[in-house]
């Protein structure tokens, strides 16, 4: 197993489209994290699945964003309409459950908004 | 109540120094606290991580300081060297409510020079 991994790593796209990011976790984590990473800052969270449930939602996350996970395995985060604030790096991370684990992030997807 | 503050911003330490950043916490439900380093465009990567029942764990240059009471930790890195520039996160895990996300600090860009 390599690791998380996300897809595709750069997006560019037109303010007002919809786009969709890939995570595939590694494998046997049923934890699965969303964050949102701009230029100098931390990490942000989002949401975060275990298993196929979506267990939290950050309230800063507007109704624009939507997260998957349907089988458990890997998830999906669609932004719809998308807006120049919007751009910035978005991390997958997943870990095991448990007091003990350890959270693995990807290499990100980063999008642009033009 | 979720917070995470960290300092100093930015370091900035001769080849073979030691590195100490620190972090602060307000609240007492978090239950693992990891550092992350990262570097440009890149996904952060687990460094070490320590449980609060736990005052201090080393791994290799890496050393975590934990005071409980004082809600506080920090990270030192021994004998830094040049490949050790990066940026650096702390985080928390938890927080109450069966939640196990993440709050990550701001970060803070170190520099080792040669």
């Known amino acids: 197993d390599t690791g998380v991994s996300q897809d595709p790593r750069h997006k560019i796209t037109k303010r007002g489209q919809n786009v969709t990011f890939r995570c595939d976790p590694i494998?046997?984590?049923?934890?699965l994290y969303w964050y949102r990473q701009t230029l100098g800052q931390g990490p942000e969270f989002l949401t975060y699945f275990q298993n196929e449930a979506q267990l939290e939602k950050s309230r800063l996350l507007s109704d624009r964003f939507s997260a998957e996970r349907p089988k458990g395995s890997f998830s999906t985060l669609e932004i719809q309409r998308t807006e120049q604030g919007d751009s910035a790096m978005y991390l997958c991370?997943?870990?095991?459950?448990?007091?003990?684990?350890?959270?693995?992030f990807g290499q990100g997807t980063r999008l642009t908004v033009v | 109540q979720q917070q995470v503050k960290q300092s100093p911003q930015s370091l900035i330490v001769q080849k073979g120094g030691i590195s100490i950043i620190n972090c602060a916490y307000e609240?007492?439900?978090?239950?693992?606290f990891p550092w992350y380093q990262q570097f440009p465009g890149k996904g952060p990567a687990l460094l070490i991580a320590i449980r609060p029942d736990v005052s201090e764990k080393k791994e290799g240059r890496f050393t975590i300081s934990f005071n409980k009471s004082a809600k506080q930790f920090s990270l030192h890195i021994m004998d830094s060297q040049p490949g050790d520039s990066a940026t650096y996160f702390c985080a928390a895990r938890g927080g109450g409510s069966g939640t196990y996300k993440y709050i990550f600090g701001t970060g803070t860009r170190l520099k080792v020079l040669a």
């Open positions: 494998s046997e984590h049923n934890r």
């Open positions: 991370a997943s870990s095991t459950a448990g007091h003990n684990t350890e959270a693995f």
């Open positions: 609240n007492t439900a978090f239950d693992y």
